[in-house]
């Protein structure tokens, strides 16, 4: 296996910048298709949600591969490379693996444990079989995941450590009240009708509002979700569908607007956020926060030098680390390697970029006690004159001016926004986005269920694993049988050319004991050997095996290669299924 994520997250990186990386439906297919065709990778599969842009892949060199993907991810997403290195993260073999089963279980979420992760891991995959970028190593991945993904929701109560992003940023809305209470009797306004947004409109039909207005790009697909909400016994709520130029005056009637699209601008200005709230009021809107404080500020706790997150491309062979002996690393933002000890990752700090080190921590390295000793008798003589030693002060506090009830409560889920982030500062709006949803949740309590959802995905890492590497040996297994067996058929064809007048019954029997033999020979030696490959630094013994038994390296590769020619045939009959059983779109 040699699996490698290149990826940023909400973890990783701003919100300002998760909306600039931001890829559309086409934009993913070029980036997969771009992928595979790339030199290092043979398989890609593209996970993009509003908290993350990750591309998976298996590559046959790891600094090349890191290399590639890194400089796709930044070309596809629009946003430089240099840019984009400080925030990316990688992870490699058994640390992608860990990495996506705890996707799958809602660990790395914004809102820990919600479900919602499960299906656009789903969908991701059916756009990697779609393209034909996903082989037999990213079919099982992303098929385990879900498989541990539903096995964590099922046998654990990860869903009481958090709820889905709708539920969470609703609760962020109602500012500690009671949900239901909050809505009851509320108009809302639905901007979009895709699945988040179709989940935003149940959600609240289900917290009791008292209408919802849907309005959508397309009006039949509005006018779908709005029959959803109101068929059924229990369906209690009044819906009813708009065109998208009715949103100004929609919001003007609106207590409560969700808005998630996929729009590349913003659908929400503070403009007519600001219009819709005079229309309510009657009264001029003014900004009462304090100047300067303002939300969405790029982050600034970068280095002054970043560091690339890899040499030249081939240059494996350079890597302090030793590849091959590893189970599985990580790198996060410049240079950190999950697992590993302080000299390691200084060595393949230093030889990412070339024998250079960050300047601030060179210059404490390499600090001189002279300086400090003159730095102190500086201090000393200033105290002497002044009567103190200058000092940093924090500015006085300013009085925050108390802000009005909001008459406008929006929720916007888009990444990128939908709203305007000005709104933040508009008297009678509260606005909650993904941003200060991720600052929210940072406080939020874990449950004690993500401990025994930490250990279900460590098992499950472990069972993948050793089945992969069980399964790299097969071949070589399947060449030793059909190796045997020729030279059981080349013995018995030799028995009957020296005994002619053997008859049927007895040439019957010779051969099945021969054969019985060789099977029982062949037994222990097979089944034990497909257990050493499953541990972990098993992958030598398929070499072991062709040498002991002088195996043809080609009729190994032969095996291989009809292994994946069949995968291939079924993968394209299952997308023939999995396309009419689709639908029209």
Not at 165 to 187: H, M, P, Y
Not at 251 to 258: G, I, N, S
Request: hydrophobic residues 45%; proline residues 4%.
């Amino acid at each position: 296996m040699s699996l490698l994520v290149v990826g940023l997250s909400h973890r990783s990186a701003p919100v300002s910048l998760l909306e600039r990386a931001s890829l559309s439906a086409d934009g993913q297919d070029k980036l997969l298709q771009d992928a595979v065709a790339a030199e290092p990778a043979t398989e890609a599969a593209v996970l993009a949600t509003c908290n993350r842009i990750e591309l998976y892949a298996d590559v046959d060199k790891f600094h090349a591969g890191v290399a590639e993907l890194s400089t796709l991810l930044a070309q596809h997403s629009g946003v430089g490379l240099e840019e984009l290195t400080p925030y990316l993260y990688v992870h490699y073999e058994d640390r992608a693996v860990h990495h996506l089963f705890s996707v799958a279980c809602g660990l790395d979420s914004m809102v820990v444990g919600e479900g919602q992760i499960l299906g656009q891991i789903k969908n991701s995959l059916a756009r990697a079989q779609d393209l034909h970028t996903a082989g037999r190593l990213l079919n099982d991945l992303f098929q385990q995941a879900l498989r541990v993904g539903k096995r964590a929701h099922s046998e654990t109560g990860i869903d009481r450590a958090g709820q889905s992003l709708v539920t969470f940023g609703l609760e962020q809305l109602s500012g500690g009240a009671d949900v239901r209470a909050w809505a009851r009797g509320k108009n809302a306004l639905v901007i979009g009708a895709g699945s988040m947004s179709s989940l935003a409109a149940a959600t609240l039909a289900r917290i009791g509002v008292g209408e919802i207005v849907i309005a959508n790009r397309t009006q039949d697909r509005a006018e779908r979700l709005v029959q959803i909400l109101t068929e059924g016994d229990d369906a209690d709520v009044s819906a009813r569908a708009v065109p998208m130029d009715a949103v100004p005056f929609e919001l003007t009637r609106a207590d409560v607007a969700v808005s998630c699209t996929g729009a590349t601008g913003l659908v929400l200005t503070a403009e007519t956020v600001t219009a819709a709230v005079e229309g309510r009021t009657g009264a001029t809107v003014a900004v009462p926060l304090a100047v300067g404080e303002e939300r969405g500020a790029v982050r600034t706790d970068v280095r002054e030098t970043p560091v690339p997150l890899v040499g030249a491309a081939g240059a494996d062979e350079n890597c302090p680390l030793d590849l091959a002996a590893e189970p599985g690393f990580s790198l996060m933002g410049e240079s950190a390697v999950a697992g590993m000890d302080a000299t390691t990752l200084e060595q393949h700090g230093t030889w990412v970029d070339n024998g250079t080190v960050d300047r601030r921590e060179a210059a404490r390295a390499g600090a001189d006690p002279e300086s400090d000793a003159e730095l102190i008798s500086v201090l000393a003589a200033t105290q002497a004159g002044a009567g103190r030693v200058p000092e940093h002060r924090r500015p006085e506090p300013v009085a925050a001016v108390p802000r009005p009830e909001p008459v406008l409560f929006v929720l916007d889920l888009a990444m990128p926004r939908d709203v305007d982030a000005a709104a933040h500062r508009l008297a009678g709006v509260r606005l909650v986005d993904i941003e200060s949803l991720a600052e929210a949740s940072a406080d939020a309590p874990m449950a004690a269920d993500v401990d025994q959802v930490r250990r279900i995905v460590s098992d499950e890492v472990a069972a993948f694993g050793a089945a992969l590497r069980a399964a790299h040996i097969t071949p070589t297994v399947v060449a030793l049988r059909t190796m045997a067996a020729d030279v059981v058929s080349s013995e018995i064809a030799r028995l009957e050319g020296r005994l002619p007048s053997l008859d049927d019954k007895h040439r019957t029997e010779i051969t099945q004991t021969v054969r019985r033999v060789v099977d029982k020979l062949l037994h222990a030696p097979t089944v034990r050997v497909k257990q050493l490959a499953a541990e972990p630094g098993g992958a030598g013994y398929a070499d072991a095996l062709r040498t002991l038994f002088d195996l043809d390296p080609e009729t190994v590769a032969s095996v291989s290669r009809a292994d994946r020619d069949s995968e291939d045939s079924e993968k394209h009959d299952d997308s023939e299924k999995h396309s009419k059983n689709r639908g029209p779109a």
